[in-house]
């Protein structure tokens, strides 16, 4: 029983303190896209992208409005323009998030 209080009290404590840790995105940071119905870079770099006719602006998964990228068929797309700081390398780290909107009839389950 010792023990197991133990083991909570130690990953309460390890939680608490990354938690508190604070992620400073302004060194390094190459590009940000909060998806806030634009496709505009609110980073220090200006990378803004263009969408076309197919993209439209919908609830994300915490039903926050326009907040994300709803794609209307096999055209639609957000494009960013070719520059030398979003060349990857080997090693790219990205984050990004995807949920159809609904199944697609034509592919395998």
Request: charged share 15%.
């Given at each position: 029983?010792?023990?197991?209080?133990?083991?909570?009290?130690?990953?309460l404590?390890?939680?608490?303190?990354?938690?508190?840790?604070?992620?400073?995105?302004?060194?390094?940071?190459?590009?940000?896209?909060?998806?806030?119905?634009?496709?505009?870079?609110?980073?220090?770099?200006?990378?803004?992208?263009?969408?076309?006719?197919?993209v439209?602006?919908?609830?994300?998964?915490?039903?926050?409005?326009?907040?994300?990228?709803?794609?209307?068929?096999?055209?639609?797309?957000?494009?960013?323009?070719?520059?030398?700081?979003?060349?990857?390398?080997?090693?790219f780290?990205?984050?990004?998030?995807?949920?159809?909107?609904?199944?697609?009839?034509?592919?395998?389950?």
């Amino acid at each position: 029983m010792k023990t197991t209080f133990r083991l909570v009290i130690l990953i309460l404590f390890a939680s608490s303190c990354l938690l508190s840790q604070t992620i400073k995105l302004d060194s390094g940071l190459v590009a940000y896209y909060p998806l806030n119905s634009s496709a505009q870079d609110a980073g220090p770099n200006g990378l803004h992208g263009t969408t076309n006719a197919g993209v439209s602006w919908s609830f994300d998964r915490f039903a926050t409005p326009s907040a994300a990228a709803l794609f209307g068929g096999d055209s639609a797309l957000i494009r960013i323009e070719d520059d030398p700081l979003i060349d990857p390398p080997e090693i790219f780290p990205s984050a990004s998030g995807c949920a159809p909107s609904s199944p697609d009839s034509t592919s395998p389950t």
